[in-house]
């Protein structure tokens, strides 16, 4: 069990004071760890690599970071191992994200996370993709109460570390009839916090809304008023101001951050400061940007071999924006048929803003 979620009103917030001067306590089995940074960094299939999260450490050392979704069943098999490689080297607390329908298998995955060195293993509840959630699992488990209840139940019951859930408002429905939808979301919440979930994240999002439309941050507050567990509120921070609101009108204990850090690995780390009273370190400029991108291309191709090339260019491809040339650059690092090519078009960009 958990708790120790203090922390100041957010509503009447004093410039300067951290608004959450205690760090987030999560007792676990056994193990307990503590949140120091309120700011969470989202798990983001395809995205949230060993090298994205490196740079996203540069700016905010002390944020819960998670791999990309593991699926257990895969794991079982000897797949998806590599998501759990060395993350005992890796600075900082990584939680792993596991997805499945299955209670044994996300039992027995939680344990080879937990001897891998997570920091907490944290079960996918909201994923939309319909290749997963057909088969029961991601949010396909918010149609199936009962079973994932049995699976928090398992993971819990397997491992030392706190086991957390992230989830979404519902299955369908949202944005525009709010009160129905908020008593189906705290009913599921409070499921899974009974089950034995020693903290949530909510997307204020339901599964049908996809990533369209506005999070409802106002859901997300009738959920937390019904909790005992804290609750972190996702969708939609993409500023340091967005946290401050966010936390103002949901009442929760943290936010995390996702597609607005694609890019801008320096998201959390600024938001944090921001609630931290901290100053807020500026926004890199185009130089900066693009020496990120080099380095975070060199990181891939030198970790997977030239074929990473194509993950790269999606990095680039956001991080290379918002100065003089970028659109004709990005369109000619999409076509760059090498690392080297496209290292060399990023050195010319460099040349030409200097
Ligand atoms: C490319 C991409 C990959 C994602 N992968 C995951 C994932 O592996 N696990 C998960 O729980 N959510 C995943 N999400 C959802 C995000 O973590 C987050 O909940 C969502 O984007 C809402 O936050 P935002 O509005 O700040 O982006 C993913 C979202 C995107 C866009």
């Not at 987030?24 to 056994?30: D, K, Q, S, T, Y």
């Not at 905010?60 to 069943?73: F, R, S």
């Not at 949202?174 to 089950?195: I, M, S, T």
């Not at 074929?307 to 040339?325: D, E, N, P, S, V």
Request: hydrophobic share 45%; proline share 6%; charged share 20%.
């Amino acid at each position: 069990m958990l708790l120790s979620t203090s922390r100041p009103k957010p509503s009447s917030p004093v410039a300067g004071a951290p608004l959450f001067p205690q760090p987030l306590r999560l007792h676990g089995n056994g193990v307990e760890r503590a949140l120091r940074c309120r700011v969470l960094q989202s798990p983001l299939a395809g995205v949230s690599d060993r090298i994205f999260r490196e740079l996203v450490r540069r700016w905010a050392p002390e944020a819960l970071l998670y791999t990309e979704m593991v699926n257990a069943t895969s794991l079982e098999l000897g797949h998806g191992r590599l998501k759990l490689e060395d993350l005992a080297t890796e600075a900082g607390p990584i939680a792993v994200q596991l997805f499945d329908h299955r209670p044994a298998a996300m039992a027995e995955a939680a344990r080879r996370a937990e001897a891998a060195g997570a920091f907490l293993i944290d079960i996918n509840m909201g994923c939309p993709v319909k290749k997963i959630a057909r088969k029961g699992g991601g949010s396909g488990l918010i149609r199936e109460p009962e079973l994932a209840a049995r699976i928090v139940e398992a993971v819990a019951a397997a491992v030392a570390i706190p086991v957390t859930v992230k989830t979404r408002l519902g299955w369908c429905g949202g944005g525009v009839q709010a009160g129905a939808a908020d008593a189906g979301a705290v009913r599921w919440c409070r499921q899974l916090e009974q089950a034995g979930a020693q903290l949530l994240t909510l997307h204020g999002r339901s599964r049908e809304q996809g990533f369209s439309g506005r999070a409802d941050w106002a859901a997300i507050a009738a959920v937390k008023r019904s909790l005992v567990i804290p609750l972190i509120a996702n969708g939609d921070v993409n500023s340091p101001e967005a946290a401050r609101r966010c936390l103002q009108q949901s009442g929760a204990d943290g936010v995390m951050v996702g597609r607005g850090t694609m890019g801008a690995p320096w998201l959390g780390g600024k938001s944090a400061a921001a609630l931290d009273g901290r100053p807020v370190p500026p926004t890199p400029g185009p130089a900066e940007r693009l020496a990120l991108a080099a380095e975070q291309l060199q990181a891939l191709v030198a970790s997977r071999g030239e074929r990473r090339l194509l993950i790269a260019r999606k990095h680039m491809g956001w991080t290379c924006q918002r100065f003089a040339g970028a659109p004709q650059l990005r369109h000619a690092l999409m076509r760059a048929a090498t690392p080297a090519e496209a290292l060399e078009l990023l050195a010319r960009a460099a040349a030409a803003l200097a």
